[in-house]
């Protein structure tokens, strides 16, 4: 605060309330009416298992995959959460996720660490913050990692799940997890043996999971507790969720827990286990648990609960014991995709309710590590045997024909035998890894864990560290291959085991369909190393799996039409990198998905509409190092005919002498000659356009089509420009155009103004003659009422906003450099940019330029107002012959009203509240 003594007070504050951190000061104590909202966040691994990367999905449409799209609807605006006022203009920004508990699902916290790294690392950040402000004890919780059904898994593999979930969560938030999310939540004891010996101290489970309960007499003293406590039955959802509850292993399973870890695994990862010795001095292990609220859970996904902050507070507070208890939490969980995906806008209810409502009412928000630090469980709960928060019946969903997840009449009666047919081939592949990964590490399963370490970075040099610290000897090229694909095959064991294959009613959704292709991966790894052949067998079991769609009739089918067909093999990689060598210039290393391509040779020559490339690749997996020398020639005929070979590279003398021969057939301007010569030389399997992976697919399908659409829009162009007198002669009286004269003028006024706004983009032209054809567009456009579909012109027109805002910005380095005749134009232009924007009805969102304003107002902006608001009081009190002491930092640069006022009115344009600020400056010039 910067104060001046003067007749009239000017101060105001220099940093927004809710910028980055809610209006109260959250005290680090869980007392009174606490609150915890947690947010599941997950969504399926997508990504194709041979590209390591999620292909185009046209279900998302207009976004890329669905990721992409939820990101953008949940994800992005919870890391951005808005508050706004009656006017809609933001007035806070707040990180949803410093306020929520959460669990992110590795699989995802992967994709945005790698596509959206400002919304990764919004969550690493929001973690931070609320470990300092809740004594240590962040939001965040682990989750088993690839969301498997722990209740189905073997008791390795529940290890395996756990310790990668450690793990991951580890390297991400830099601290170890004090709880863990459990897929589904599903959950039996024997999953709760493995969760005490890996160290987790709390899970977060549904009310109808619990059997029973009963208060302990005296910590840890469960003895005295069993003798002088009576059970209370709540197996119909019944239990008191606003504590936390104690669950001791029940007695059979004691034995096991002692030693710590199963006789499957070898050994126990190094971690803190903050809670064994506490469990010694009564020598029964056990673990904490939370149970969401299910009413208010379940109205959160169902119900309008979240239509307003005061909705969700009011749907909270009944939840609220009224017995005087020195500390009560009111938890509800669901769907973190709940929150802005499943319902639109509804991060902005948790925003206000966060910052606002919930301190309005002197409630805490807090998280469940944090409330059990303070209110350890005085209570003891048995659970029920085998549970899930979305299956009445245990884990069925999962495995059997329950009718939970069913749709339209259809059964589930391909679960029991797809489950069946996954156990089989990973009891399978068991004995396959331990005796070739015997030969290669000292532990194959001790490997197996540590293998989450290359998984989170496949670099040369931590993949070498991985290796060395593992193999039984030095191992050669081919060893590592080999070592290194036995672990894929375990990795792909368990992403085979995903829930979301279960989840809903057809085995021929994509969900089940990404399944069935991590095990045929699995299968593929396998019968590289031993040269066990397994998939013969694994498709006759598959055959026993009835799909509901006619055309697959049983998983069978499935796999041969959707996985097997999907299998992509080096030689279609190098096909791939051949066909898109014949449309841009590769450079002599390059990255085609997870490969290293080395172009050794190459070279590429055009006859007429004909053109042929020969070349030397060397092709190497980052994923299992595996390498391959390839020869290939890709032929394109015109159009959409292509014909390429691939063959592995022999000597140098066998293809220079392939090369003369190829390139000498092409002199003859023979399609037909080049073809049966690239036959002979190469054998006649061959690869066509077809055989690209989607992406590049796409790209060359589009640079084919380019010319054809180049033509097409100067005849549209034509007939625009010939018919346009008439076109407004239709306007004048009212009367319907043409729908064909319609259609041309939009054609061709959408080419025009995409030109346009590309050239203003690639600054290829002078930026204001540029953004004048734009307007004169609109113009036009309005004029003859044409409705634009020029959805590139939007993204472009956002991110000039945003870049020219920057730009004025200057990054944080400060405003106040600029001349106030450079700050008049470039706001001038931002202005004129989203005018435009609107004028072609293109819905503009403008979301990422009002955070950056948003970020500059109160670091930048506003001590320019100050320090004008402070001159100005210093004039007038001068002027009345009043003394006046200064002592302010000045950084303002003596700027004036007027651009002070332009400042904060792009504020305005941007939506974002600033009337205070201008109606100071009003009231000043009034005084």
């Known amino acids: 605060?910067?104060?001046?003594?003067?007749?009239?007070?000017?101060?105001?504050?220099?940093?927004?309330?809710?910028?980055?951190?809610?209006?109260?000061?959250?005290?680090?104590?869980?007392?009174?009416?606490?609150?915890?909202?947690?947010?599941?966040?997950?969504?399926?691994?997508?990504?194709?298992?041979?590209?390591?990367?999620?292909?185009?999905?046209?279900?998302?449409?207009?976004?890329?995959?669905?990721?992409?799209?939820?990101?953008?609807?949940?994800?992005?605006?919870?890391?951005?959460?808005?508050?706004?006022?009656?006017?809609?203009?933001?007035?806070?920004?707040?990180?949803?996720?410093?306020?929520?508990?959460?669990?992110?699902?590795?699989?995802?916290?992967?994709?945005?660490?790698?596509?959206?790294?400002?919304?990764?690392?919004?969550?690493?950040?929001?973690?931070?913050?609320?470990?300092?402000?809740?004594?240590?004890?962040?939001n965040a919780i682990a989750q088993v990692y690839n969301h498997i059904i722990m209740p189905l898994a073997n008791e390795r593999d529940k290890h395996t799940q756990i310790r990668?979930?450690?793990?991951?969560?580890?390297?991400?938030?830099?601290?170890?997890?004090?709880?863990?999310?459990?897929?589904?939540?599903?959950?039996?004891?024997?999953?709760?043996?493995?969760?005490?010996?890996?160290?987790?101290?709390?899970?977060?489970?549904?009310?109808?999971?619990?059997?029973?309960?009963?208060?302990?007499?005296?910590?840890?003293?469960?003895?005295?507790?069993?003798?002088?406590?009576?059970?209370?039955?709540?197996?119909?959802?019944?239990?008191?969720?606003?504590?936390?509850?104690?669950?001791?292993?029940?007695?059979?399973?004691r034995l096991a827990v002692s030693h710590q870890l199963s006789p499957l695994s070898s050994h126990n990862l190094s971690r803190k286990q903050p809670h064994h010795s506490e469990a010694a001095t009564s020598n029964t292990p056990y673990i904490d648990i939370f149970f969401y609220d299910g009413p208010i859970s379940r109205d959160m996904g169902f119900n309008d609960v979240l239509s307003s902050?005061?909705?969700?507070?009011?749907?909270?507070?009944?939840?609220?014991?009224?017995?005087?208890?020195?500390?009560?939490?009111?938890?509800?969980?669901?769907?973190?995709?709940?929150?802005?995906?499943?319902?639109?806008?509804?991060?902005?209810?948790?925003?206000?309710?966060?910052t606002e409502e919930f301190p309005r009412r002197g409630w805490t928000v807090t998280n469940y590590a944090h409330y059990l630090s303070q209110n350890p469980s005085a209570w003891e709960v048995e659970l029920k045997p085998v549970t899930a928060w979305s299956c009445s019946h245990g884990v069925d969903r999962w495995q059997d024909d329950c009718g939970c997840g069913g749709g339209g009449g259809w059964h589930q009666k391909w679960r029991r035998p797809l489950r069946d047919t996954l156990n089989w081939l990973r009891d399978r592949l068991?004995?396959?890894?331990?005796?070739?990964?015997?030969?290669?590490?000292?532990?194959?399963?001790?490997?197996?864990?540590?293998?989450?370490?290359?998984?989170?970075?496949?670099?040369?040099?931590?993949?070498?560290?991985?290796?060395?610290?593992?193999?039984?000897?030095?191992l050669d090229a081919a060893e590592q291959v080999d070592a290194l694909r036995l672990l894929e095959m375990q990795r792909h064991a368990l992403l085979m085991f995903t829930s979301c294959g279960w989840f809903f009613e057809e085995i021929s959704r994509p969900e089940g369909v990404q399944i069935l292709r991590y095990a045929a991966r699995a299968l593929e790894l396998a019968g590289e190393v031993t040269g066990v052949q397994l998939e013969k067998e694994f498709v006759d079991r598959l055959d026993q799996a009835p799909s509901n769609v006619d055309c697959f009739k049983t998983g069978a089918q499935v796999y041969r039409q959707l996985v097997t067909t999907a299998q992509i093999s080096l030689r279609q990689v190098a096909a791939h990198y051949a066909i898109s060598s014949l449309f841009g210039k590769y450079p002599r290393e390059q990255r085609v998905y997870c490969y290293q391509a080395q172009q050794q040779d190459f070279q590429i020559q055009r006859m007429g509409s004909m053109t042929l490339a020969v070349?030397?690749?060397?092709?190497?997996?980052?994923?299992?190092?595996?390498?391959?020398?390839?020869?290939?020639?890709?032929?394109?005929?015109?159009?959409?005919?292509?014909?390429?070979?691939?063959?592995?590279?022999?000597?140098?003398?066998?293809?220079?002498?392939?090369?003369?021969?190829?390139?000498?057939?092409?002199?003859?301007?023979?399609?037909?000659?080049?073809?049966?010569?690239?036959?002979?030389?190469?054998?006649?399997?061959?690869?066509?356009?077809?055989?690209?992976?989607?992406?590049?697919r796409h790209r060359i399908v589009q640079l084919l089509s380019q010319e054809n659409l180049t033509r097409l829009d100067q005849l549209y162009t034509q007939v625009y420009r010939e018919n346009y007198g008439v076109m407004m002669a239709f306007h004048r009286d009212d009367l319907p155009v043409p729908v064909e004269l319609q259609v041309a003028a939009e054609v061709a006024l959408g080419h025009r103004c995409l030109t346009a706004a590309k050239a203003l983009e690639l600054e290829t032209g002078d930026a204001e003659s540029l953004l004048a054809e734009i307007e004169a567009i609109a113009t036009e456009s309005g004029h003859l009422r044409c409705r634009l579909k020029v959805p590139e012109v939007k993204q472009i027109l956002e991110k000039m906003v945003w870049r020219s805002l920057d730009a004025l910005l200057q990054a944080g380095s400060g405003v106040d450099e600029r001349s106030p005749l450079m700050l008049e134009a470039e706001i001038r232009t931002i202005e004129r940019l989203i005018a435009v924007g609107d004028r072609l009805n293109l819905g503009l969102c403008l979301d990422r330029s009002q955070e950056l304003y948003f970020d500059s107002l109160y670091s930048q902006i506003v001590p320019l107002c100050l320090g004008w608001l402070q001159r100005r009081a210093a004039s007038t009190a001068e002027s009345a012959g009043v003394l006046v002491a200064l002592d302010i930092a000045r950084s303002d640069g003596g700027w004036e009203l007027p651009s002070i006022r332009q400042l904060l009115e792009l504020g305005q344009t941007l939506a974002v509240d600033v009337e205070c600020w201008l109606n100071q400056l009003s009231r000043s010039l009034v005084d």
């Open 1 to 138: 605060m910067v104060s001046i003594s003067t007749t009239k007070s000017t101060s105001l504050p220099l940093s927004s309330p809710t910028a980055t951190a809610p209006i109260q000061n959250i005290a680090a104590t869980a007392t009174g009416v606490c609150v915890t909202v947690h947010g599941h966040f997950y969504q399926p691994p997508r990504e194709n298992p041979y590209l390591d990367a999620i292909e185009r999905q046209g279900s998302a449409h207009p976004f890329h995959d669905w990721n992409e799209r939820i990101d953008s609807e949940c994800y992005r605006p919870n890391a951005f959460a808005r508050i706004l006022n009656d006017r809609g203009e933001v007035t806070g920004i707040v990180n949803n996720y410093e306020y929520l508990s959460f669990n992110i699902g590795p699989t995802l916290m992967s994709w945005l660490e790698r596509y959206d790294s400002e919304v990764y690392h919004r969550i690493l950040e929001a973690d931070r913050k609320s470990c300092q402000r809740l004594n240590g004890h962040g």
């Open 164 to 253: 990668w979930g450690i793990a991951d969560f580890r390297s991400r938030f830099d601290r170890d997890p004090e709880g863990m999310w459990l897929a589904e939540t599903a959950v039996d004891y024997a999953t709760l043996e493995v969760l005490v010996a890996e160290g987790i101290r709390f899970i977060v489970l549904a009310p109808s999971q619990a059997e029973r309960c009963r208060p302990l007499i005296g910590q840890n003293q469960e003895t005295e507790a069993a003798e002088n406590s009576e059970w209370q039955e709540v197996g119909g959802g019944q239990i008191d969720p606003t504590r936390p509850y104690r669950c001791y292993l029940k007695p059979e399973m």
């Open 309 to 354: 902050s005061h909705h969700l507070a009011g749907r909270l507070g009944q939840a609220v014991r009224g017995d005087h208890r020195p500390a009560q939490l009111i938890s509800v969980a669901t769907d973190g995709e709940t929150f802005g995906h499943h319902k639109n806008s509804t991060e902005k209810c948790l925003a206000y309710a966060f």
């Open 430 to 474: 068991i004995p396959i890894y331990e005796e070739a990964g015997r030969q290669l590490l000292r532990d194959p399963w001790k490997a197996r864990d540590e293998y989450i370490d290359v998984m989170r970075d496949r670099s040369a040099a931590n993949v070498d560290s991985f290796l060395s610290g593992h193999q039984i000897r030095p």
């Open 615 to 696: 070349g030397q690749l060397q092709l190497t997996s980052e994923i299992t190092r595996e390498t391959e020398v390839f020869v290939f020639a890709a032929f394109h005929l015109g159009g959409w005919d292509f014909h390429c070979c691939i063959q592995p590279f022999g000597s140098r003398r066998s293809y220079t002498m392939l090369k003369e021969r190829l390139f000498g057939v092409l002199q003859e301007a023979s399609a037909a000659h080049a073809i049966l010569e690239m036959v002979r030389l190469f054998g006649d399997q061959s690869f066509s356009l077809r055989d690209l992976f989607a992406e590049e």
